[in-house]
């Protein structure tokens, strides 16, 4: 059975289709340490998916890839102070900063052009679906294999220095946000489960990330100066 290691948690997981094992292989594992957990996916798996998701139309092997990151961030929430966060994450100077919004809004495009901006200073570490985990004190962002439309991942992670919600905007102005206003952005990022003690658990970690990491938002066009607003005030740590 395949080993992989993402977010620094090693599993093991048979998948029914091809797809799935390549998805994954740039997170292969060979090291000594044993899965903390593992599966056989089955066709039931995928009709859970399906009917999780709503998904009629999307393909048994896109839902099964689903399903594995579901099995994976379940056990994260339950087990590795983690949750999944629904945004792009991009490292500078060894620092992550986090972009977030429904999708459609610009999350990517925003990454993008930090990335125009400042070429080999950038580190793409997920544009879809990172993983977040409190460790010692800190909050990371890891990447993932379930990287976006635009395939784009590093098998990485680093310590988070800010979290920005995007919005789309004919002025581009960011300012500092409270707990409070960013508390519902996360939520609807996020996995929600029905188990209480799994709430407890995302309700605890949500807490922490809030009331320990910058929260921004920006509202702004797609531009060079929209990321160097935001980039001016995140990193540099320069709000006007």
Known sequence: MPIYKVADVVFAIKPIYKYTA???EKYLYS???????SAVMTNSDIDAERNQ???ETFPDYYLESLAVFRKLCDYILS???GIIFHSSAVAVDGKAYLFTAPSGTGKSTHARL???MLGDKVVMINDDKPIIRFIDGDFYVYGTPWNGKHHLDTN???KIAAICEIRQGKENKICRIS??????VVFNQTIRPVELDKMDNLL??????????PLFRLTCDISREAAETSYNAMVKNNIK
């Open 22 to 24: 390549r998805l994954c």
């Open 31 to 37: 090291g000594d340490e044993a899965p903390e957990f």
């Open 53 to 55: 998701a709503g998904a």
């Open 79 to 81: 087990c590795r102070q």
């Open 114 to 116: 930090w990335r125009e």
């Open 156 to 158: 990485a992670h680093a």
């Open 179 to 184: 707990p409070q206003e960013m508390l519902s």
């Open 204 to 213: 605890s970690i949500v807490d922490k990330l809030l009331t320990s990491v």
